[in-house]
Protein backbone atom coordinates (compact mmCIF):
# COMPACT_ATOMS: atom_id res chain seq x y z
CA UNK A 1 0.00 0.00 0.00
CA UNK A 2 1.16 3.50 -0.78
CA UNK A 3 1.02 6.56 1.35
CA UNK A 4 0.82 9.68 -0.07
CA UNK A 5 1.32 12.76 2.27
CA UNK A 6 -0.10 16.30 1.08
CA UNK A 7 0.12 19.70 2.83
CA UNK A 8 -3.10 20.34 5.07
CA UNK A 9 -3.24 23.68 2.26
CA UNK A 10 -2.95 21.41 -0.72
CA UNK A 11 -4.99 19.06 0.53
CA UNK A 12 -8.00 22.09 1.45
CA UNK A 13 -7.21 23.72 -1.94
CA UNK A 14 -7.96 20.15 -3.89
CA UNK A 15 -10.84 19.53 -1.54
CA UNK A 16 -12.25 22.88 -3.12
CA UNK A 17 -11.56 22.32 -6.90
CA UNK A 18 -13.44 18.51 -6.21
CA UNK A 19 -16.23 20.17 -3.98
CA UNK A 20 -17.11 22.80 -7.03
CA UNK A 21 -16.34 20.60 -10.02
CA UNK A 22 -19.86 18.33 -8.08
CA UNK A 23 -21.36 21.49 -8.07
CA UNK A 24 -20.99 22.79 -11.25
CA UNK A 25 -21.95 19.01 -12.35
CA UNK A 26 -24.85 18.84 -10.22
CA UNK A 27 -26.46 22.31 -11.69
CA UNK A 28 -25.66 21.28 -14.97
CA UNK A 29 -27.99 17.96 -14.61
CA UNK A 30 -30.78 19.72 -13.23
CA UNK A 31 -32.12 21.97 -16.94
CA UNK A 32 -34.35 24.50 -16.31
CA UNK A 33 -36.87 23.04 -19.17
CA UNK A 34 -37.91 19.16 -18.80
CA UNK A 35 -39.74 16.93 -21.09
CA UNK A 36 -43.14 15.40 -20.07
CA UNK A 37 -41.48 12.50 -19.12
CA UNK A 38 -39.01 13.76 -16.51
CA UNK A 39 -42.13 15.72 -14.91
CA UNK A 40 -44.25 12.61 -14.54
CA UNK A 41 -41.20 11.46 -12.62
CA UNK A 42 -40.91 14.51 -10.49
CA UNK A 43 -44.67 14.37 -9.69
CA UNK A 44 -44.78 10.78 -9.29
CA UNK A 45 -47.93 10.55 -12.01
CA UNK A 46 -47.78 7.93 -14.28
CA UNK A 47 -50.76 9.63 -16.71
CA UNK A 48 -49.92 11.53 -19.38
CA UNK A 49 -53.72 13.23 -19.17
CA UNK A 50 -52.94 14.31 -15.54
CA UNK A 51 -49.86 15.64 -16.43
CA UNK A 52 -51.90 17.55 -19.25
CA UNK A 53 -54.65 18.86 -16.82
CA UNK A 54 -52.17 20.34 -14.48
CA UNK A 55 -50.86 22.14 -18.05
CA UNK A 56 -54.20 23.15 -18.44
CA UNK A 57 -55.66 24.41 -15.10
CA UNK A 58 -52.02 26.87 -14.55
CA UNK A 59 -50.76 24.85 -11.88
CA UNK A 60 -47.45 24.29 -14.14
CA UNK A 61 -45.53 26.48 -16.71
CA UNK A 62 -44.65 25.04 -19.95
CA UNK A 63 -43.46 26.04 -23.08
CA UNK A 64 -44.32 24.44 -26.73
CA UNK A 65 -41.27 24.99 -29.04
CA UNK A 66 -42.75 23.12 -31.85
CA UNK A 67 -46.18 21.33 -32.29
CA UNK A 68 -45.49 17.74 -30.60
CA UNK A 69 -42.82 19.37 -28.10
CA UNK A 70 -44.12 20.33 -24.85
CA UNK A 71 -41.03 21.11 -22.25
CA UNK A 72 -42.39 21.93 -18.80
CA UNK A 73 -40.32 24.23 -15.85
CA UNK A 74 -38.71 22.29 -13.02
CA UNK A 75 -39.34 25.06 -10.81
CA UNK A 76 -42.66 25.61 -11.39
CA UNK A 77 -43.41 21.90 -10.68
CA UNK A 78 -41.09 22.23 -7.46
CA UNK A 79 -43.43 25.16 -6.66
CA UNK A 80 -46.51 23.30 -7.15
CA UNK A 81 -44.81 20.14 -4.65
CA UNK A 82 -44.34 23.00 -2.20
CA UNK A 83 -47.56 24.17 -2.52
CA UNK A 84 -49.09 21.20 -1.07
CA UNK A 85 -46.81 20.59 1.80
CA UNK A 86 -48.46 19.33 5.03
CA UNK A 87 -47.38 20.39 8.44
CA UNK A 88 -46.61 17.61 10.67
CA UNK A 89 -47.35 18.08 14.38
Known sequence: MEVICVQKEAFYAL???????IES??????????????????LKIKST???QKLRDEGKIRFSQPQKKIILY???????YIEKHVRETF
Open 15 to 21: FDKVVEH
Open 25 to 42: NRKDNKDKWIDGEEAMSI
Open 49 to 51: TTL
Open 73 to 79: DRDSINE
